[in-house]
């Protein structure tokens, strides 16, 4: 359903800025050539979809992630180095949620049942990415341009602090992560305002998990590593 909306979302942009956007002439944009100004600013708000990659102690049956797309929406903050280059601050909240899928193997010798084979991730990131943007020279009323950069992520719902584990049925991660990020977009100049479709990849640089207090656990003791990666799609309104 969501995807559905987007897609919507973005016919009706493009139906109503077409006739702007490819014309031989330049649109006269109301807020006096945005790209000119030292500073500028604007939000954006979109989806998103987070997923984990596991490195093992041992080799048994991969955990498996059930994605779901999440929302988030935030500020930006826009610094013009050149006319090709701009140094980017995008503040924002992103909510998601994952849940991870055990195997039966993970629990041999032990007793468990139907709820402890699934563990349901819920979190909720203060974002803060600085971004590096490149772009082309603008092609009358659109300007392709790639982004790239550092971020940092508060996760609000990590459950660090809680002394239950995962015996108790809690999974719990590190509150910060850190992330590199690369992304494609096109700026879309209209008559009051340039409009910003891009899609983003973040990789995450950090182990995030916290280990039950067994060694042994079987949700936890057989990862060496679980790092966040994700795919975010933006609309930019500057």
């Known amino acids: 359903m ?12 493009f139906q109503s800025s077409s006739a702007q956007l490819f014309t031989k002439e330049k649109v006269t944009n109301s807020v006096n050539n945005i790209d000119q100004k030292t500073l500028t600013w604007g939000y954006f708000l979109g989806f998103n979809q987070y997923d984990f990659n596991f490195d ?28 090709f280059m ?44 600085l971004l590096l943007k490149v772009s082309t020279k603008r092609i009358n009323n659109f300007k392709p341009f790639i982004v790239g950069g550092f971020s940092t992520a ?27 990020e690369i992304g ?28 039950d207090v067994d060694p042994n656990s079987p949700w936890t003791g057989n990862v060496a590593k679980m790092e966040t990666r994700g795919v975010f799609i933006n609309f930019t309104f500057q």
């Open 2 to 13: 969501k995807q559905v909306l987007v897609l919507l979302a973005f016919l009706f942009v």
């Open 56 to 83: 093992y102690n041992q080799d048994l049956k991969d955990i498996l992630v059930d994605e779901s797309s999440g929302f988030h929406l935030g500020l930006v903050g826009d610094l013009r180095i050149n006319d």
């Open 86 to 129: 701009n140094l980017r601050l995008e503040p924002g909240v992103f909510f998601t949620s994952r849940n991870l899928i055990y195997d039966e193997s993970y629990f041999q010798g032990t007793e468990f049942n139907d709820s402890d084979l699934l563990r349901e991730v819920k979190s909720t990131y203060v974002h803060i990415p």
């Open 154 to 180: 508060l996760n609000l719902s990590s459950n660090q602090d809680n002394p239950n584990d995962n015996s108790s049925g809690e999974f719990r991660m590190k509150k910060n992560t850190y992330f590199y």
């Open 184 to 211: 494609f977009g096109i700026d879309l100049y209209l008559e009051y305002f340039k409009f910003t479709p891009s899609i983003r990849g973040i990789f995450s640089m950090n182990d995030e998990i916290i280990r």
